[in-house]
């Protein structure tokens, strides 16, 4: 089925340990985004990118690093989780950044940090 | 910087009663607006949209929502609840220009139905 595929669906780690999310969409879409979902706190964005060949910090950036592979893959990287990085993340894309287009996103990866 | 408010974290209906979900807006310039659901262990799925034109959109599921430009609001509603509308709802806005172009969500409302 068309859409945005995320690995791994769940994830436990321990405090210091490294992780790269991965997320492939197969809708041609030209931009990617990173968000986090914690209770209470809707979804925050991490990074995006716009197109590909670039990336930007969003809201809660710190502790991550993106790298947008091509225009198909973009992956987040823990380099030394923490505690306060437990969460749900998702991958999402859109045809293009803004212009009123909704964003298409995959089914998450649980994060558990111990 | 635009934000988004919904309230009431938690809302139950019983079965066939009117669904209203809340979501107010803070903007210079009316955004675009956007209601998601989420269903257990899933990813957000889009209900329906405002981007331009009729300020009365209508979605997937028999949901609808009307943009009020005064109010600074775009409220989420169903006619007649289900069972399967039980789910997670959000928010979200997008400006209609400038370099900061993503979307903003509110943080969630939470609708149980009631048999």
């Known amino acids: 089925n068309a859409g945005v595929t995320q690995t791994p669906k769940f994830q436990v780690l321990k405090t210091g340990q490294s992780m790269t999310l991965q997320c492939a969409q197969d809708?041609?879409?030209?931009?990617m985004y990173w968000y986090r979902q914690d209770p209470g706190m809707g979804l925050r964005l991490i990074y995006y990118s716009a197109s590909e060949g670039t990336t930007d910090k969003g809201e809660v950036p710190n502790g991550y690093n993106v790298s947008r592979l091509n225009k198909r893959e973009f992956s987040l990287r823990l380099e030394s989780a923490a505690p306060s990085q437990t969460s749900v993340y998702f991958c999402?894309?859109?045809?293009?950044?803004?212009?009123?287009?909704?964003?298409?996103f995959g089914d998450g990866t649980r994060l558990s940090i111990l | 910087a635009q934000s988004v408010t919904q309230l009431g974290s938690h809302v139950s209906v019983s079965e066939g009663a009117l669904v209203l979900l809340r979501c107010n807006y803070s903007s210079s310039v009316p955004p675009y607006l956007f209601w998601y659901v989420q269903y257990p262990n899933q990813g957000l799925q889009l209900l329906l949209k405002?981007?331009?034109?009729?300020?009365l959109v209508k979605g997937i599921n028999g949901f609808e929502a009307e943009f009020k430009k005064s109010e600074t609001s775009f409220h989420l509603t169903k006619p007649s609840a289900h069972m399967s509308d039980a789910a997670e709802y959000f928010c979200?806005?997008?400006?209609?220009?400038?370099?900061?172009?993503?979307?903003?969500f509110g943080s969630g409302t939470q609708l149980t139905v009631l048999p």
């Open positions: 809708m041609n879409h030209n931009s």
């Open positions: 999402a894309s859109s045809p293009t950044q803004g212009r009123g287009q909704p964003q298409h």
């Open positions: 979200a806005v997008s400006p209609l220009s400038g370099s900061a172009r993503q979307l903003t």
């Open positions: 405002y981007t331009t034109g009729a300020t």
